[in-house]
């Protein structure tokens, strides 16, 4: 009966092991975070945009390139999302003394003022880390990093980021908020 048994076993753990080598890992943004979703709250009223949806919206690619608080800097690379401005509009009337409330799956937390949505009042730097001025942001809920999906680690599916036209141009990476789940009107 045990080497029933053993041999039992011994079967169970080769079958086992061969549909293991079969298996692989999910690896598209849109399977890999399948069940996301993007919560729009404005005035009450919410609502939900799938990754698909957010893919379906009008795209900018722009160069980014940012430095962390602690002067470590990430990029240069190219990335891909849909303006924060036109999610904005999706959401209702906006004006001067409105704000954008980001917020992560982590619960982190930006507050953006009305100008900083279309891409004014941020500090900008050269590769030396130099400021510089008259450089166009263009804000993003970003998705595709250098052409390919946005990974958990890079703040998946979607990362709020501030994209350029201009290669080379660094802004702080405190605002580029990690795990977008959430936007917020404030009217």
Known sequence: MK??????MLLMIMVMVLFSGCMTQQGDGDTQFKGWNLTLSCDGKES??????????PVYTGNGYLVSTTGIKYGPF???GVPLSNIVQTM?????NSRVYLYGS???LWVLESGQVSGDGYITFDENLSEIHNQK????LMYEQDGKSLSQDDGGPVRFALLTD???????????????????LHQ
């Open 137 to 140: 942001i263009t804000p993003v």
């Open 48 to 57: 939900h945009l799938s990754l698909a949806d957010l893919k379906k919206m």
């Open 106 to 108: 982590d619960e982190y």
């Open 92 to 96: 209702g009337k906006s004006n001067e």
């Open 166 to 184: 201009h290669a080379g141009v660094i802004t702080e990476g405190s605002g580029w908020v990690k795990w977008v789940s959430r936007v917020e």
């Open 3 to 8: 080497l029933i048994t053993s041999l039992f």
């Open 78 to 80: 190219v990335g891909t």
